[in-house]
């Protein structure tokens, strides 16, 4: 058997190719969109791939199933679990509880396992000439390295009032199902640590039944449902705003982009000139050579591993934008774009030299250290916005600090005063960057961005307060 992990930093999020050496074949569950990955994977140990596997239908990227089924002719193996609201609306191969797919000399069960998603399924593996009992399972967003999938997403995301307590139940009664499971049986879960879809996941790959047995949350509460459904819904991280679009997105039927797009660089009147318009410009760079000197009206969103889900929280599917980062960065960038189905790149600049050469001027961060920071925190004419998610917040604050949600800035204008000076922090500065950069946007001038944060707080032993 031939088992391949691939693994996306930015999104915390793992798909698997597995092949039977001996037929030729193999089968990817839960492919990421720039499916090129398992076609080079599959074509350097002379495999067809036949068989495409999703868990659920995704809330967190934009599945690759359909461009790897184009490109591949494998069909694609989906879901028919939990009515008629969450069925895909393209064509599949249906999937129910308990049916068995063969391929080569390895044979994928299916066992429903609501909760995070009506329809959500894992995939037992046996690999029959090693041994007639099952050797892994692939949870997708039920089972993660210690923790499980959330059933809020659906109700927070997406808008469906009312799905996430029934969806607590449901995975209750799926963890029991999971619990029965022997203890040797390899988990491969959809997410890795630092993933939207659970609060408190393991970093490492991959786990056991009988590991998760111990060390699992979920598994401690085996006849005290109320006990379960309230810790499993409490203080859960914000969901991206883009979550909404993934769940309609991987649901119908939508068009394809079968290859890594390549980008045109603009020129100088193009890019004032799409400026203007109001096309927006993502500047890409360290968020220290942002405050330097930035393009006005340009937003920070950093190319690091959360850039893919900054830019889902703060640009629209139907809107078209720029981006301002290294040649060498593109590809890169491009891909985690993609991976969520951000694919209206209008083209791209690679330093701040393209604005200034038609004799524009930039502007320059306003920035304070934690002098200047502690001396404000008297001044009664200073708001201290603190811009880490609620739970964070209430895990421990600057004692004043008001609590407004990075993510959620645009919708609380109003809460953000023009006459008193601003002083905004988030934990290690990239959020406060991203804020920064949005409320210039929008004409604030009063802003101050305390770049430390809450790392260099607490790290000098000042006063936090919880809420």
């Known amino acids: 058997m031939l088992f391949q992990h691939v693994y996306d930093k930015s999104l915390a999020q793992a798909s698997y190719l597995i092949g039977c050496q001996k037929a030729g074949v193999a089968a990817v569950i839960d492919p990421k969109r720039d499916v090129d990955t398992y076609i080079d994977i599959a074509k350097q140990n002379n495999m067809k791939i036949t068989h495409i596997f999703e868990t659920h239908i995704h809330a967190d990227f934009l599945s690759g199933a359909r461009e790897l089924a184009a490109l591949t002719g494998a069909d694609m193996y989906l879901s028919d679990e939990g009515g008629p609201d969450w069925q895909y609306e393209f064509s599949h191969k249906g999937l129910k509880d308990g049916d068995k797919i063969k391929m080569g000399n390895l044979i994928f069960e299916v066992i429903h396992t609501p909760g995070h998603t009506p329809e959500s399924i894992s995939f037992m593996l046996t690999d029959t000439p090693a041994s007639k009992e099952p050797v892994m399972l692939f949870t997708g967003d039920f089972v993660f390295v210690g923790d499980i999938g959330r059933p809020d997403l659906l109700e927070k995301a997406a808008g469906l ?21 022997p203890d040797y049986i390899q988990v491969w879960p959809g997410h890795g640590a630092g993933s939207a879809c659970g609060k408190a996941l393991g970093a490492v790959p991959s786990t056991t039944v009988g590991y998760e047995r111990i060390r699992n949350w979920a598994l401690q509460y085996k006849e005290n449902q109320k006990g379960f459904t309230d810790y499993l819904l409490a203080d859960q991280p914000e969901p991206p705003k883009y979550f ?60 690091n591993n959360s850039f893919a889900t900054w830019a889902g929280w703060f640009l629209n599917y139907d809107e078209k934008f720029i981006l301002l980062a290294d040649e060498s960065q593109l590809d890169d960038l491009t891909r985690k774009l993609m991976r969520i189905g951000l694919d209206n790149i209008m083209g791209y600049i690679t330093s701040t030299q393209v604005f200034t050469a038609k004799g524009g001027t930039l502007k320059k961060a306003k920035t304070l250290n934690y002098d200047d920071f502690k001396t404000a925190l008297e001044d009664q004419n200073t708001q201290i916005i603190d811009l880490r998610g609620a739970a964070e917040y209430n895990a421990g604050h600057v004692k004043g600090a008001e609590n407004i949600f990075v993510g959620t800035i645009m919708n609380n204008i109003d809460k953000i005063s023009k006459d008193k000076k601003v002083i905004i922090h988030c934990q290690g500065g990239d959020r406060a960057s991203i804020a920064y950069a949005l409320l210039t946007k929008e004409g604030f001038e009063n802003i101050y961005n305390y770049s430390p944060g809450m790392n260099e707080w607490v790290q000098k032993g000042d006063e936090i307060v919880f809420s």
């Open 161 to 181: 009032k009312g799905t996430q307590d029934a969806g607590a139940l449901q995975m209750y009664d799926s963890i029991k199902k999971f619990s029965e499971l």
């Open 244 to 303: 909404a679009m993934m769940k309609k997105l991987n649901k119908v039927d939508r068009p394809l982009l079968t290859e890594v797009p390549v980008l045109k660089e603009l020129s100088s009147s193009e890019l004032i000139d799409a400026m203007a318009k109001g096309i927006k410009l993502i500047d890409a760079r360290n968020k220290v050579d942002f405050a330097e000197g930035f393009i006005p009206g340009s937003i920070n969103i950093q190319g």
